[in-house]
């Protein structure tokens, strides 16, 4: 198994050393924060790296990521779903209505 030197952070090892190696490399990974690349005819395949390590990783592209917004299902298109002409309503307070009972429609679904 190759060693890291100081100066390389990331220990590159052939698909066919780690294989014979793995336990080991799973546990330098998992306790001694190591990061193993793993390759095939020296193309970088794989990485080894830590559950908590990724998790931290992965925690700082979310924050950095600018938020999207969630689109409304509703734009450009509206399903009726009751009758329009019950009687008591105006046509208006009638679409408003159906916009709702619409609206929650596609929450379901």
């Known amino acids: 198994m190759r060693e890291t030197d ?3 952070p990331i220990q590159r090892i052939p698909l066919s050393e780690a294989r014979s190696h793995l336990s080991a490399l799973v546990q330098q990974a998992a306790f001694q924060r190591h ?10 395949k794989a990485y080894l790296i830590a559950p908590a ?13 600018p938020s999207r917004r969630r689109k409304s299902k509703l734009r450009g298109s509206l ?3 009751s009758d329009l002409e019950t009687l008591g309503e105006s046509p208006g307070e009638q679409l408003q209505r159906s916009a709702l009972a619409s609206a ?3 929450e379901i679904e």
């Open 79 to 81: 399903r009726i779903v």
């Open 35 to 44: 990061l193993t690349a793993i390759t095939v005819h020296d193309e970088l």
């Open 6 to 8: 100081a100066s390389q």
């Open 53 to 65: 390590r990724l998790e931290a990783l992965l925690e700082a592209e979310r924050k950095t990521r």
């Open 104 to 106: 929650e429609v596609q």
